[in-house]
């Protein structure tokens, strides 16, 4: 677990950089905390594979740890063992919430609410365009997003 909120992103690049890089959704949910709407961005194919941050490509969550949380999000029970995800506490809308990360590069993923299954019993609940499917067979790589 790397739930240090306090270590400083290693990837940084501009504001005017992300946005060349990133569609224009991708830039409000990763750089301005916006959130897509539900069942927009959940249809990533079932096969094992990994789940990299769109802004810097780093893995993020993996396909073993992903779950039907019915809740339109692609939702997660833990990230990757040693993966650079960070939490910080969220207090806006006068609610406690706590916000996810990629520690890499500072994108906002989305939060972590404390009713997920087994084993962990968290739901990482994450922004489906804030996440690049990499699927674990070689072959027919199809890239996923950019649609
Ligand atoms: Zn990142």
Redo the contacts with the bound molecule.
Sequence with gaps: MTGAGGKSPT?VKSDAEWRAQLSDLAYRVTRRHATERAFTHDDFPKVAGVFR?V??G?PLFSQSAKFDSGTGWPSFFAPIEGAEVGTREDRSFFMRRTEVH?A??G?HLGHVFPDGPPPTGLRYCINGVALRFEPEAEGRTEPPGSR
């Design positions: 990837v941050c802004c810097c780093a990629c890499r590069c994108a």
